[in-house]
């Protein structure tokens, strides 16, 4: 019995095509997942940069009077005091980006030399009373109370 | 010799023969099994990065719980840190039982009452959001001063499991101080 050449063909063909296909769908799905996880792990690098990056600030500092709020241009800037030198971290936005210099405290803030932490386009902190400050951004909302004011009841008792 | 077995059919036409069909299809159920495989891996992968991004937005959830109920001296308070555009309840331990939730050592009226604060998939809070906080406030035994033990639950709607679960203590004295 003689074959049919064209239908052969078309069979191979076929094959190749759904081999190809299946091939090409499968790397864009691949391409498509490691591009999720990519962004994922991204938002997370951001969200900890600037959510809990604030929050060991002030723990690091967490002294008495060292924590406080202030403003400038409008927008609030946390002031985080090293120690008794005068010099505090200042932490605020500027042009849709958390940044912190380091200068005198109730000085002139420096945006231009600032280190950036991260992008944001609202900073607000919120004192909540008992020592306690909520900060939001885009990434979120962090809360953190000062232990300092803990330890001095707790001496006096 | 059968006639027509051969790759080539076994004559001088050149057409693929049985054998050619059957290794091709052979190779197209082996590709379709690794294409399969591939697949899978992929949706896991993918998977696995939404419990990344889900763990670390539970992790920081609790955070913010232990800093409030660092700050506070009574679920109350605690409330009053963390609620947001009514997105807090306390449940009593009535409530709390009927939820069908084990709080473990919640023996008397007190140590039943859980703090539950919801947030959307973005931690906005939401009071119908999909994502909640139960903050477990346990006072010490021996009257108000003492170690006050918190135990913190995040949740997630689809998931039976607390997605985070983190234990913290704060001292709390008579005369109003914490440690």
Redesign the interface.
């Known amino acids: 019995?003689?074959?049919d050449?064209g239908s052969?063909g078309v069979?191979?063909m076929v094959?190749a095509v759904?081999?190809l296909a299946?091939?090409f769908?499968?790397v864009v799905?691949?391409a498509l997942?490691y591009r999720?996880?990519a962004a994922?792990?991204s938002?997370?690098n951001e969200?900890?940069a600037l959510?809990?990056y604030l929050?060991t600030c002030v723990r690091m500092n967490d002294t008495t009077g060292a924590v406080s709020v202030a403003e400038a241009d409008g927008e609030p800037v946390l002031v985080i005091a090293d120690g008794q030198s005068g010099y505090a971290l200042r932490i605020y936005r500027y042009e849709d980006k958390l940044v912190e210099d380091y200068g005198e405290a109730q000085g002139a803030l420096y945006p231009d030399m600032a280190q950036v932490i991260g992008e944001t386009k609202e900073f607000r902190i919120e004192a909540?009373?008992?020592?306690?400050y909520?900060i939001i951004t885009d990434a979120?909302?962090?809360?953190?109370?000062l232990?300092s004011r803990?330890?001095e009841?707790?001496a006096?008792? | 010799m059968i006639e027509g077995s051969g790759r080539t059919g076994g004559g001088k036409s050149g057409h693929p023969g049985t054998a050619f069909y059957i290794e091709a299809l052979l190779l197209a159920g082996v590709f379709t099994i690794v294409v399969l495989i591939l697949t899978r891996v992929f949706v896991m992968s993918g998977q696995m990065g939404k419990d990344a991004a889900l763990l670390t937005n539970a992790v920081h959830l609790a955070e913010n719980g232990a800093e409030a109920v660092a700050s506070s001296r009574s679920l109350e308070e605690v409330r009053r840190l963390l609620e947001e555009n009514g997105n807090g309840e306390i449940l009593e331990s009535s409530k709390a039982e009927a939820a069908g939730e084990a709080y473990e050592g919640a023996s008397g009226e007190n140590r039943a009452r859980i703090l539950r604060v919801h947030y959307d998939e973005e931690l906005n809070p939401d009071a119908e959001g999909g994502i909640w906080m139960d903050i477990q406030w346990i006072e010490p035994d021996s009257g108000e001063e003492g170690l006050v033990k918190s135990i913190i639950n995040i949740y997630r709607t689809d998931r039976p499991d607390p997605v985070y679960t983190l234990e913290t203590e704060v001292f709390i004295s008579e005369k109003g101080g914490q440690l």
């Open positions: 019995m003689k074959r050449g052969s069979y191979t094959i759904i081999f299946g091939f769908l499968t799905f691949g997942t999720d996880i994922g792990q938002g997370n969200k900890r959510l809990s929050s909540l009373g008992n020592d306690t909520r979120g909302r962090v809360l953190f109370g232990r803990s330890e009841v707790a006096d008792d």
